[in-house]
Nanobody, 126 residues
Framework: QVQLEESGGGLVQAGGSLRLSCAAS????????MTWFRQAPGKEREFVAA????????YYADSVKGRFTISRDNAKITVYLQMNSLKPEDTAVYYC???????????????????WGQGTQVTVSS
């Protein structure tokens, strides 16, 4: 079991940047994949980005590709989400999660992840 804690959310103007962090309390297994999902008010939780702990393969939702970058620090057991060119539609609670996805398509599915953080609010003003 991995305990996850997000930080770095806040209020930013459109076009600005934020960096979210997700610190894991235990060392993820080599096959673990770490991910960011988000949930806007009145909407379902949606996939944002994922990174495999071993190998570092990354996956992105089309809506954030080219603007967001997911990365990891093995020594700190921390995953980051660098968010640039933020838009008001990026406003949501962002959740970090860990799990195992054995296929690329699986990494996009919420059901692949069984460890979730509490979430951090990101608000982008127009």
């Amino acid at each position: 079991q991995v305990q996850l804690e997000e930080s770095g959310g806040g209020l930013v103007q459109a076009g600005g940047s934020l960096r979210l962090s997700c610190a894991a309390s235990g060392r993820p297994n080599s096959w673990y994949t770490m991910t960011w999902f988000r949930q806007a008010p009145g909407k379902e939780r949606e996939f944002v980005a994922a990174i495999r702990w071993s190998g570092g393969s990354t996956y992105y939702a089309d809506s954030v590709k080219g603007r967001f970058t997911i990365s990891r620090d093995n020594a700190k057991i921390t995953v980051y989400l660098q968010m640039n060119s933020l838009k008001p539609e990026d406003t949501a609670v962002y959740y970090c999660a860990a799990g195992s996805c054995y296929s690329a398509s699986g990494c996009y599915r919420e059901s692949s992840y069984n460890n979730w953080g509490q979430g951090t609010q990101v608000t982008v003003s127009s």
